[in-house]
Nanobody, 124 residues
Framework: QVQMVESGGGLVQTGGSLRLSCAAS????????MGWFRQAPGKERDIVAA????????YYAESVKGRFTISRDNDKNTVYLQMNSLKPEDTAVYYC?????????????????WGQGTQVTVSK
């Protein structure tokens, strides 16, 4: 089992920045793929960004491309999401997840372990 805990969410104005962190425990996730997802009220959970086990492969949803950056520090067993130029449409609960195969994955069904989520609210 892997436990994942997100942190770094909060309230920010349009154009501001936040960095989300997700610390994994229970076992090393250095060989696992990682992803960030978000779910706004009344909407389905969607992929935001994904990263493969080494950090050499990444994926971004079109809506966040150029603004968000996913990264990982395998020595710290942690994945990050740097969010810049935030917009009100980015308001959502953000979840981190991991899957044991390690490859780049963008589908919810591919992920094995999930964090509890952290709220990001962007005001106008």
């Amino acid at each position: 089992q892997v436990q994942m805990v997100e942190s770094g969410g909060g309230l920010v104005q349009t154009g501001g920045s936040l960095r989300l962190s997700c610390a994994a425990s229970g076992r090393s996730v250095s060989g696992y793929g990682m992803g960030w997802f978000r779910q706004a009220p009344g909407k389905e959970r969607d992929i935001v960004a994904a990263i493969n086990w080494s950090g050499g492969g990444t994926y971004y949803a079109e809506s966040v491309k150029g603004r968000f950056t996913i990264s990982r520090d395998n020595d710290k067993n942690t994945v990050y999401l740097q969010m810049n130029s935030l917009k009100p449409e980015d308001t959502a609960v953000y979840y981190c997840a991991t899957h044991i195969l390690g490859r780049l994955a963008i589908s919810i069904s591919e992920y094995d372990y999930w964090g509890q989520g952290t709220q990001v609210t962007v005001s106008k």
